[in-house]
């Protein structure tokens, strides 16, 4: 299973980031995708999910600002994050589940400045 994120970066409050992620070596249509984030010092949080049937759900403090998508002919999964603030800051893991356990890939980092 290989996951790769990109798209993180620097950007200023009140900006946007979109991050990517290309999923290989999973039965992409069939599984639950996702992003979560880890802030410096702080535990690792969802941030959103999205079914294989396109349901989503979010962490709470993130509803109206995220928004996740997929596409399953592509194996992307998307996070199209607005209105950035510094407390958005850490690193974004792309995130699935196989053989029943958490997997995560390599992370991109998003820096929000004030």
């Known amino acids: 299973v290989q996951l790769q994120a990109s798209g993180g970066g620097l950007v200023q409050a009140g900006g946007s980031l979109r991050l990517s992620c290309a999923a290989s070596?999973?039965?992409?249509?069939?599984?639950?995708m996702g992003w979560y984030r880890q802030a410096p010092g702080r535990q690792r949080e969802m941030v959103a999910r999205i079914t294989a049937g396109h349901a989503a759900d979010y962490a709470e403090s993130l509803k109206g600002r995220f928004t996740i998508s997929r596409d399953n002919t592509e194996k992307m999964v998307y996070l199209q994050m607005n209105g950035l603030e510094p407390e958005d800051t850490g690193v974004y893991y792309c995130?699935?589940?196989?053989?029943?356990?958490?997997?995560w890939g390599p992370g991109t980092q998003v820096t929000v400045s004030s």
């Open positions: 995130w699935t589940v196989y053989n029943w356990k958490d997997v």
């Open positions: 070596g999973i039965n992409f249509r069939t599984k639950i």
